[in-house]
């Protein structure tokens, strides 16, 4: 069976679902910490909205509330998609990356990033966002996390701090690999705890053993997950192309 197709995201939710976890969005999360056990699939939206679409759809014929960000560059920010999306129950929030795209001038990031979030509300509710990591560029978006008051602007947190005060177990399928630290430039909280799972299946495996007692939050990208054999291949060597950019570039930037 192939990695980061559909059909394999479907074992994933069924075992999840299997495993007795419940599933909660970040909004929810946010709200009140959840008593039972529990999954949080954040979903952060690069590239392909209708790849995310597929993703909601599949989730909601299971019955499965998740999460999903979306960029507002002009291939990603689709109103019907996310529309969509939301009509079939998931959170919809921004995937903002305001100071990057403005190459690091603070002041303007908050006004565009509050011109944003209004640009998101026209279309569906926002109460969380993500930050988009933008690897090759300079500029970290975390910065702009600082300047952002999220009371002020209706907002209730945003996954990294989550992370860390409910104790979650975070995996990523950056890199097309769960949890593949060498190439991992931004999503720093990857392999807490020094887990090592490579792939969707060595993830499944752990569900029943490693992380029996572990509420979960996974961070999934749709554009990675693709049943047809064209686009997948064509993932699979870009993503080889991309990890060695990235690899060199964690060499270059530690100095080693
Ligand atoms: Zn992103």
Redesign the pocket.
Known sequence: MRDFTLKTYKLLLAHLQDSGRRFYTLEDICKDKPQDSFVVLRH?V?RKPYNALKMAELENAKDIRSTYYF?ITKKVFDPECIRNISSLGHEVGY?FEDLSSLHGDIDEAVDSFKRNIEKFRQIVPVSTVSM??RPLSRFDNKELMKRIDFGELGLLCEPYSIVEKLDLRYFTDVGRKWNNDSVNLRDKITGQKGLSLRTTFDVINALADELKDENLMLSIHPERWEDDMFPWVRNAVWQKVKNAGKYILIKTRHGS
């Open positions: 952060d690069d960029r995937h988009h990591g």
